[in-house]
Each structure stands twice: as C-alpha cells, then as structure tokens.
C-alpha cells in the first residue's frame, strides 16, 4: 500500500540554522511526492514537488529530491527564518485521481 | 481568485450532538475531497467528488459520517451523532479534471468533541 513516514518534531532550530526533514515512502507504482507547509492559521499550502525519480524541487529556498532508491524526499533549507516556522506536511500522491497519502507533520520552530 | 473555503473555522460540539461542516470550492473544479488529522497524526484521505458523484469514499470512518455535494458545487460532511474520537481538523480541497491537476486546499475546519 501507500503511506509516508516523517520525522516527528517539533524541531526547533535558531535563525540561519540549516534544516533537514526526514520523509520516507511506500508506494504501490510511481508516485509523485510533495511537500506542503501550514502556517498558523491558515490552510495548506504547497511547498514543492517532484513528479518522477532524480527530480529535484524548489521553492522559497527549499529543496526535495526524490530518491527511489531509497523511497526518500527529505526536505532542505540552507538557512532558516523565524518566518519559516510552520508545520510540514510530506505527502505522496497515486492513481488516477491524485488521491493524497500524508505524513503525520513536522512543526518547526525557528527562533530569533 | 477565491480559494477554498471551509465553515465554521471552529465548532465545539458535545457527544451524541450533530455537526455539519461546509466545502465551498474553487469555482469550476470538479474534484472535492475531504480529509482529516486526528490528534496531531497524519492527515487521511476520508472522500473524493467527482462533481455530484462518490468516486471514492474508501476513507470514511464508519456510517455516522455522510457527505454531499449536491449539484456539484459546494458540498457538506455531516458526523452524527459525534463522538469523541471525531474530534480532528477536517480539511477539504479542490482541483480542476486531470490526473495531474493540483488540489488547492482550505484552511480546514476545527472540530472538538466533548
């Protein structure tokens, strides 16, 4: 079956710190993987993406790449702002309608 | 462009008690789906819409849980009655027909069951 495993948090780190959030799969054929970020109050937002293996996505200085061989797509940031905290959600999606397997959530905290 | 929107953003309800949440999606997207985070725990995938229709209603709990989408515009998730364990956000979102089309999701909606 389909199903994403996430480090647990909440993780907190000082500003400028480099940030790696772990996210493994399974996944029944090819899936693609992503990345959504809830800030406080609002609702989820996608982060980024990445369709195939070897793919790498970006947004707002974050970065996944997705690793079949090691059913990986850990997220990234070279240096972190007190504005990035908020949880993560890593995510996959399979079949024919995009149907969303999610992790449990990363809160990270990110302090001055 | 109008997001998704979802009502009420909170309710607090006591067990046995009804409780229906609303799914206002984008306009023109004929996929709607529900899902939930229970207790910090990963969010689930509960229902899809294909406009009016159930295409995939695996994810529902059991049969307290009912959802419409009655002409294929806005839909609704009724829990009745409520019990404790119900007790999560309950997100909805909605994409345009396509495999690939990207889901646009809601804010959710905060539901605590006493």
């Known amino acids: 079956g389909n199903s994403v495993t996430q480090m647990e948090g909440p993780v907190t780190l000082s500003e400028e710190a480099f940030l790696t959030i772990n996210c493994t799969y399974t996944?029944?054929?090819?899936?693609?993987l992503f990345w959504y970020v809830q800030y406080p109050g609002e609702g989820l937002q996608l982060l980024l993406k990445?369709?195939?293996?070897?793919d790498k996505g970006s947004n707002k200085g974050f970065e996944a790449t997705y690793r079949k061989e090691t059913t990986s797509f850990h997220l990234e940031k070279g240096s972190v702002q007190v504005s990035d905290s908020a949880v993560y959600f890593c995510?996959?999606?399979?079949?024919?309608?995009?149907?969303?397997?999610f992790g449990s959530g990363t809160k990270l905290n990110v302090k001055p | 462009e109008a997001g998704v929107t979802q009502f009420p953003s909170h309710s607090v309800i006591e067990k046995g008690q009804t409780v229906t949440l609303r799914c206002d999606p984008i306009?023109?997207?004929?996929?709607l789906y529900w899902y939930r985070r229970v207790m910090g725990k990963e969010i689930k995938f509960l229902l899809h819409?294909?406009?009016?229709?159930?295409?995939?209603e695996s994810g529902m709990p059991n049969n307290r849980f009912l959802a419409e989408r009655t002409g294929g515009t806005y839909s609704t998730l009724k829990v009745q009655p409520a019990e404790l364990e119900d007790s999560g956000v309950y997100f909805c979102?909605?994409?345009?027909?396509?495999?690939?089309?990207?889901?646009?999701f809601g804010p959710g909606t905060r539901l605590t069951v006493l």
């Open positions: 979102a909605s994409s345009q027909s396509g495999t690939s089309a990207k889901q646009f």
């Open positions: 306009s023109g997207h004929d996929n």
């Open positions: 996944a029944t054929g090819y899936p693609s």
């Open positions: 819409f294909v406009k009016e229709s159930k295409q995939d």
């Open positions: 990445a369709t195939k293996a070897d």
């Open positions: 995510a996959l999606s399979a079949g024919n309608f995009n149907k969303f397997y």
